[in-house]
């Protein structure tokens, strides 16, 4: 069976590439699209959900952001499961920082520049709030598009998913600040990770999938 597998925001098959699979299951990587000037989430996920075979039955996994786009894309083409790693279920598992950027529609203000990067600033922030004690995270995230990066910024802030798909199965780090786990209820928790856990706990991750897949 083919599981479909998203990235997280700005990020490619790269920061997934130590995961082990079930030799059972065909992993397909779904590579990030450009969004459209203007372009709403709905569309941009059909787009992704376009490049998915629903003739036979599939997985979907998604990686932060990519576990949004994963949950949204099974409103199209219904998978089997959906797992998702560093990521939340509905727009109730924010945190408070993403929440105010909610409610505030502060992505929509931010010049693009922020996002550039060569901005030191923007550098900093990701660094901190990602993985503050590892120095080549920046090699894990390569599609580094201001417009795409502001973009996904927007669509995270602004998700209004509310109903917890009883599909989906969470993995979250134990101290990721971008989707701290005390905000939800997931399956299973890595301990001692960040965000960056698919990269610095590839072991533990892959027994997780292997366990998931068989079940």
Not at 13 to 31: I, Q, Y
Not at 87 to 93: L, V
Not at 124 to 145: A, E, G, Q, W
Not at 179 to 198: Q, R
Request: positive net charge; aromatic residues 12%.
């Amino acid at each position: 069976m083919k599981v479909y597998v998203i990235s997280g925001m700005g990020a490619d098959f790269k920061v997934l590439e130590k995961l082990r699979f079930p030799e059972n299951l065909e992993v397909v990587f779904l590579d990030w699209l450009m969004p459209e000037q203007g372009e709403s989430l709905s569309h941009y996920v059909q787009k992704m959900a376009d490049r998915i075979d629903d003739s036979e039955p599939f997985y979907l996994l998604g990686y932060s952001f990519g576990g949004m786009i994963a949950q949204e894309i099974d409103k199209l083409k219904p998978a089997e499961k959906i797992v998702i790693l560093g990521s939340i279920k509905s727009k109730n598992e924010m945190s408070g920082f993403i929440k105010l950027g909610q409610v505030t529609k502060l992505a929509h203000y931010l010049p693009e520049v922020l996002f550039n990067e060569k901005s030191g600033l923007a550098y900093s922030f990701f660094r901190k709030l990602v993985d503050p004690n590892n120095p080549k995270i920046m090699k894990y995230f390569t599609v580094r598009n201001p417009y795409y990066l502001k973009w996904c910024v927007a669509k995270i802030s602004g998700w209004k998913s509310t109903e917890i798909n009883p599909k989906v199965v969470q993995v979250l780090a134990d101290h990721d600040v971008v989707f701290p786990p005390k905000y939800s209820k997931p399956e299973y928790i890595v301990k001692n990770a960040t965000h960056l856990f698919p990269v610095t706990k590839p072991k533990e991750v892959s027994r997780i999938l292997a366990e998931i897949f068989t079940s």
